[in-house]
């Protein structure tokens, strides 16, 4: 990110965006448009609902988490007449909640999902809810903001629209870029809809005209978050997608086998957990808000505080990216094995960092050399 800079129209600079988007091609796992949108995540929701929906619209959105929540809120803003499909948090979404709303609404334009819901430590079926949509004749949208890199993420494959993601996630870059995917569909849709998306700066065909072969300026890039965007996808596809994936569930293993010997509630159902976040239920007694600050205090460990129905029950602990390594997975056990007593619940000594060895020696993580 310390190159110098370059101007955003320099044929130097279409190079670079040229390469960084066949390799985020690679990531995607797609061959058709793979560029970012400037601005992080929430940047890129935004985005895929101004482009792909216009005021009035049916967009169903699946509600499963706090984020969810947060594209309800902007859909709305937006004017879009949301759908909101609410189901139970810590649980994947049944496909056929989904069928049995599109049948309510046959007139939806577009169907959003997240695919990793970090406020609920889970992961949804986005493959078979991308299928339905399509059925209905139904567009489909999904965030992919901590599956990026970090799980089995196939959009062609699994004819996924609109994809979009964070580049703090699980691709270890700097946060303030949004990585995105979007078919030959989606943007044929947006080129001829009736009225262009209500946003300039985020229609999304605009910016794929500057991604494009012929680079059509939009507004000014933001060069030194391209440079490093383009490291981290680098290093991604270095280490190898199937590697990486491998990484996160290996070391996700071996914490949640030292959390459970340190008799600690894992709520999220085996079959629905997420490998980048796990969820912990707090003992009782045990406040967060302190545990948490001591842990950030005398530890250097940050753990997540719960959002939305799990505020003030749970704890989030995040293994992405360059962070998923073993050596993290025992710091963090070994550091609530000598807490945890301090707020009155009591733990066995060196069990959890027993517990975790031995669940990495049947499920070994890959090496991970940066």
Known sequence: MSLPIIGYLDPAFFDLIDELSGMLAEVFKTEQRAFSVAGAGSAGMEAGLVSLAQPGDTVIICSYGHFCERQIIMGERLGLNVVPLRTEWGRSMDPGVLIDALKQHPETQLVVAIHAETSAGTIHPIAEFARIAHKAGAMFMTDVVTSLAGCELEFDEWELDFAYSGSQKCLAAPPGISPVAMSERA???????????????????????????????????????????????????????????????????????????????LPISKGDRLDQLTIVKLPKGVDDVKLRAQLLDE????????????????????????????????????????????????VGSGAAAAAASAQLVKNPSPLFTG
Do not use: Q
């Not at 947006?190 to 012929?214: E, V």
């Not at 490093?228 to 190898?240: K, Q, T």
């Not at 460990?301 to 050596?327: Q, Y």
């Open 187 to 265: 943007l044929d849709y947006i080129r001829n809809r009736s009225k262009p998306p209500t946003s300039w700066y985020l229609d999304l065909s605009l910016i794929a005209d500057y991604w494009g072969k012929d680079h059509v300026a939009h507004h000014t890039a933001p060069v030194s978050m391209i440079y490093g965007l383009r490291e981290a996808v680098g290093m991604a596809l270095n280490e190898g997608l199937e590697t990486r994936w491998k990484r996160h569930e290996a070391n996700a293993s071996a914490l949640r086998a030292g959390l459970e010997a340190l008799n600690l509630e």
């Open 299 to 346: 530890y250097s460990i940050e753990v997540g505080r719960g959002l939305g129905k799990f505020a003030g029950e749970v704890i989030r602990i995040g293994l992405m990216g360059e962070s998923c390594v073993p050596a993290n997975v025992f710091a963090l056990l070994n550091a609530l094995e000598k807490t945890l007593p301090e707020h009155g619940f009591e």
